[in-house]
């Protein structure tokens, strides 16, 4: 199952296509494999996976309902995506002094910041 999160990251041509891509994943219906996404990691050992979106067409993900996609980031390009992860992980170390990406992105969910 794909899950998005509310406060998903996005550059460049992604961020302005960001609806269009999710309804496209969500139904498996990719016309463009070039957009990548940041997802939280599958590999506790990892801090985060990087999933080209044509990954998603493949039966695996379709039908394994045991383990969820958690998706965080969208990103043109390979680049794109590492450029993305290298911030996302900055901004966690600066604000945790951890490199425990999804327990910041959880912890946000459950403490949003006061207005």
């Given at each position: 199952m794909?899950?998005?999160?509310?406060?998903l990251r996005a550059r460049g041509k992604a961020k302005r296509k960001e609806k269009k891509i999710r309804k496209l994943v969500e139904k498996r219906r990719l016309r463009s494999v070039n957009y990548y996404c940041l997802?939280?990691?599958s590999n506790k050992d990892n801090i985060l996976d990087i999933y080209?979106?044509?990954?998603?067409?493949?039966?695996?993900?379709?039908k394994d309902y045991t383990s969820n996609?958690?998706?965080i980031g969208l990103a043109?390009?390979?680049?794109?995506?590492?450029?993305?992860?290298?911030?996302i992980i900055d901004e966690v170390y600066?604000?945790?002094g951890t490199f425990d990406v999804e327990r910041y992105f959880r912890d946000a969910r459950?403490?949003?910041?006061?207005p």
């Open positions: 794909i899950e998005w999160d509310k406060d997802a939280f990691p080209n979106m044509g990954e998603f067409l493949f039966a695996h993900y379709r996609i958690h998706i043109d390009n390979r680049d794109e995506a590492a450029e993305l992860a290298r911030d600066r604000k945790s459950n403490h949003p910041a006061d």
